[in-house]
């Protein structure tokens, strides 16, 4: 009897330190959307990324120095190069200008279609096939594009192009995600993380003379909002996303990711007074009702 219950609260320990890191990595990454779009207006999409990857890259591997994982086996570099180019390297170009057209709450709404993206990749990359839900799923998140979509080039074709870009962060976002599943078999998910952001930020070297100029005229706030997304959304959040996923299911824990558009709505209301027109927070319902339907078959 005793032998029986003794692990419960054990148990009920590890969910809850596992849900409060996820949280504290959804609500950083939330976060991250009203940073870029407050910095974004000193610095360029390219030179925003290449400061906030170094930063980023500093504290991972301070990080990574303190553990002293090991590094991942040769045969793995082909995909974590594509992980670091394309997650943290294009990725990051592509939202910084995105988010120099529409705001935080719209960006952060269409890239929340990245689960669905990598669904589809998975489906057909790695043989995990196609059920009903996935199909129903996309088509509900794509409709939800279109209404966003719809609704931001009434603002202009400059949003509407922002719009467009999102989409194109969302697939660089899944595309980096599917090359690093793989990965974490043979290597700690910080190590990763760490090298997949120093590819990141050498990916981005051609935009150091642009930093260089941008950062002698930037406000300190430009500049502080940088270091807080290389620090925060970069290093502990990943840090935080790991701690949480080596103690729970990945399912169970991709659901937490539902809640980073409507934070970053309220963020962005409460921090830089915008918010989504009404016709696109119409669309980010559909597109997260979409990634809910989706994600029930897997």
Request: net charge positive; proline share 5%.
């Given at each position: 009897?005793?032998?029986?219950?003794?692990?419960?609260?054990?148990?009920?320990?590890?969910?809850?330190?596992?849900?409060?890191?996820?949280?504290?990595?959804?609500?950083?990454?939330?976060?991250?959307?009203?940073?870029?779009?407050?910095?974004?207006?000193?610095?360029?999409?390219?030179?925003l990324a290449l400061a906030r990857l170094?930063?980023?890259?500093?504290?991972?591997?301070?990080?990574?120095?303190?553990?002293?994982?090991?590094?991942?086996?040769?045969?793995?570099?082909?995909?974590?190069?594509?992980?670091?180019?394309?997650?943290?390297?294009?990725?990051?170009?592509?939202?910084?200008?995105?988010?120099?057209?529409?705001?935080?709450?719209?960006?952060?709404?269409?890239?929340?279609?990245?689960?669905?993206?990598?669904?589809?990749?998975?489906?057909?990359l790695l043989k995990e096939g196609f059920?009903?839900?996935?199909?129903?799923?996309?088509?509900?998140?794509?409709?939800?594009?279109?209404?966003?979509?719809?609704?931001?080039?009434?603002?202009?074709?400059?949003?509407?192009?922002?719009?467009?870009?999102?989409?194109?962060?969302?697939?660089?976002?899944?595309?980096?995600?599917?090359?690093?599943?793989?990965?974490?078999?043979?290597?700690?998910?910080?190590?990763?993380?760490?090298?997949?952001?120093?590819?990141?930020?050498?990916?981005?070297?051609?935009?150091?003379?642009?930093?260089?100029?941008?950062?002698?005229?930037?406000?300190?706030?430009?500049?502080?909002?940088?270091?807080?997304?290389?620090?925060?959304?970069?290093?502990?959040?990943?840090?935080?996303?790991?701690?949480?996923?080596?103690?729970?299911?990945?399912?169970?824990?991709?659901?937490?990711?539902?809640?980073?558009?409507?934070?970053?709505?309220?963020?962005?209301?409460?921090?830089?007074?915008?918010?989504?027109?009404?016709?696109?927070?119409?669309?980010?319902?559909?597109?997260?009702?979409?990634?809910?339907?989706?994600?029930?078959?897997?």
């Amino acid at each position: 009897m005793d032998t029986t219950e003794a692990p419960l609260p054990v148990h009920r320990h590890a969910n809850a330190l596992a849900l409060g890191a996820a949280l504290i990595a959804v609500v950083l990454w939330a976060s991250a959307f009203v940073g870029i779009r407050a910095a974004g207006r000193d610095l360029s999409a390219g030179s925003l990324a290449l400061a906030r990857l170094l930063v980023g890259s500093i504290a991972l591997g301070a990080m990574v120095a303190v553990r002293r994982d090991r590094f991942p086996p040769r045969s793995d570099w082909p995909r974590l190069l594509v992980c670091g180019i394309s997650w943290f390297g294009l990725y990051n170009v592509v939202l910084n200008e995105a988010e120099r057209r529409v705001d935080a709450g719209t960006a952060a709404m269409l890239v929340n279609l990245g689960p669905i993206l990598i669904a589809v990749l998975a489906g057909w990359l790695l043989k995990e096939g196609f059920p009903r839900s996935l199909v129903i799923g996309c088509a509900v998140a794509f409709t939800g594009t279109a209404v966003i979509g719809r609704a931001t080039s009434a603002q202009g074709v400059s949003a509407g192009w922002g719009a467009a870009l999102c989409v194109v962060a969302a697939a660089a976002y899944a595309v980096g995600v599917v090359a690093q599943k793989p990965l974490l078999a043979n290597t700690s998910p910080l190590q990763i993380t760490w090298l997949a952001c120093v590819i990141g930020a050498v990916v981005c070297l051609p935009f150091a003379g642009n930093l260089v100029h941008e950062l002698g005229h930037a406000s300190a706030g430009a500049i502080a909002w940088t270091l807080y997304l290389g620090v925060f959304p970069t290093a502990v959040g990943f840090t935080a996303w790991a701690f949480a996923l080596a103690r729970t299911s990945a399912g169970r824990l991709g659901s937490t990711t539902y809640l980073v558009p409507p934070i970053a709505i309220v963020m962005g209301w409460l921090l830089l007074d915008e918010a989504p027109p009404a016709a696109a927070l119409l669309g980010g319902v559909l597109c997260l009702g979409g990634v809910v339907i989706a994600r029930r078959g897997r």
